[in-house]
């Protein structure tokens, strides 16, 4: 099972043709493309609970990222099997790697040996990053947090490194090694493979980004780049989780904003809350297309691991016994409805 944090539908395989994902399509023509498949709840801890419990959001009943709320639905269903602990429970061979559950949601019943989320040495891999680049990086006290990650990390990053520099490609290579190791047992296995690009911060090696000349016709046309008049503000304006960084900024974000334009100057906190983007007011064509540019290079350096990972089960002789299944959390704004962000269903 291969999970891929913030990939919208932007694919070969559904119809796209200006990105590069050679090997999630060839997977899509070998086996079912599912196009009428819907997130329903576009925010990654609600999203991948549902998706890994086979629950609905509201029957789950966690909303939020706060740990609480997570702790508090696992009490109250001791006995309910994910889908890796179904496996384990069945005689599989559970594996964990990655970003598969949210960050820190981990639930140790599921795999076999304990999983490698990575998450730490992820985290300090940006500093690390941004180090290649020469630009500086404050170590503050909550370096290793998602607010440190926010509040000094630039929102796009092109080292020119070796794809197995990121913590992508080291992830998939001890991947590829444990696949190899499986060939020689009669265990059948269960493995989730989790990329976090292309989540932000957008980070991929300079080779990929070279992949791509950018164009202004990947721009959202100019008629959806606001809200629908009279869209209901709870639809496409999200201020959790980022009110509380913006104001200790001393920015004025508004909680609920008077009108669409006064929405749309902080609409798509997420990305406005990394260097290099403006906290707030417009996003520049220039600044846009960089993003554009950035979303696509990841696509296509998280598509060239799951290659590798193709490409071994096939070497490995275990091609024919193994089922693939590939899925996002939610898909990510593009400047659609004057979003950079998910957290709408639009």
Known sequence: MIAIDDLRPMLGCYGENTVISPNIDALA?????FERAYCQYAKCGPSRLSILTGLRPDSVGVFSHRDEDMLAFRKANLDLFSLPRWFKEHGFHTRGFGKVYHDGWDDARDWSVPSEPGREGEMMEIVDETAIQGMPFEKRGEVGTIIAERLKCPAIQAPEVPDETLFAGRMTSRVVDLIR????EAEPFFFAVGYRRPHLPFVAPK????R?????DWLPPAEIRRPPTDSPLMAWFNSDGYLGTARNQGLSMPVRPK????GMDWAGYELRSYQGIPNH???SDVDQLAVQHAYRACISYVDSQI??????????GLEEN????LWSDHGWHLGEQGAWSKMTNY
Not at 181 to 184: A, L
Not at 212 to 216: L, R
Not at 259 to 262: H, K, P, R, V
Not at 322 to 325: D, E, L, P, Q, S
């Open 307 to 316: 290659g590798r990972l193709m490409t071994e089960l096939s070497e490995s």
């Open 322 to 325: 193994t089922i693939v299944v």
């Open 207 to 210: 080779a990929w980004f070279d």
């Open 259 to 262: 009108s669409i334009e006064e």
């Open 181 to 184: 190791e499986r060939k020689s």
């Open 212 to 216: 791509y000349e950018p164009t202004p």
């Open 281 to 283: 007011g417009p996003i």
């Open 29 to 33: 023509e070998r086996g079912m493309l």
